[in-house]
């Protein structure tokens, strides 16, 4: 029985050893998502969405709501700027002061 559970233990610790992701940090994601507010069809456009996400989960399990809701916000504007390319060539973003502000 010992045995079954250190067994366990190891295979618990090393599956989330193995799963850890490195979480972004909120100066990479301000200056990413100001490169794709000045050029919206660069692959980091899409990447940076989901690392926005890991970001918002981590701030959600520290209870910083406001955080999490102006990264929402962030993320919302960079998919907007994405799939609805306007005619404008450089897009102003409003959440970036809150991400600056709460984050």
Same mark, same amino acid.
């Given at each position: 029985? $010992?045995?079954?559970? /250190?067994?366990?233990?190891?295979?618990?610790?090393?599956?989330?050893? =193995?799963?850890? #992701?490195?979480?972004?940090? @909120?100066?990479?994601?301000? @200056?990413?998502?100001?490169?794709?507010?000045?050029?919206?069809?660069?692959?980091?456009?899409? #990447? =940076? *969405? %989901? +690392?926005? #996400?890991?970001?918002? =989960? *981590? *701030?959600?399990?520290? !209870?910083?709501? @406001?955080?999490? %809701?102006?990264?929402?916000?962030?993320?919302? #504007? /960079?998919?907007?700027?994405?799939?609805?390319? !306007?005619?404008?060539? +450089? @897009?102003?973003?409003?959440?970036?002061?809150? *991400?600056? $502000?709460?984050?």
């Amino acid at each position: 029985m $010992k045995f079954l559970t /250190i067994l366990f233990l190891k295979f618990l610790l090393l599956s989330n050893f =193995l799963m850890a #992701e490195t979480i972004p940090t @909120k100066t990479k994601i301000l @200056k990413q998502s100001n490169d794709c507010f000045k050029d919206t069809r660069i692959q980091s456009c899409k #990447e =940076l *969405v %989901s +690392e926005i #996400e890991k970001l918002q =989960l *981590v *701030v959600f399990d520290q !209870n910083r709501f @406001k955080c999490q %809701s102006s990264l929402l916000g962030l993320q919302t #504007e /960079i998919i907007e700027a994405y799939f609805f390319n !306007n005619s404008s060539n +450089e @897009k102003i973003s409003i959440m970036v002061p809150y *991400v600056i $502000k709460n984050c």
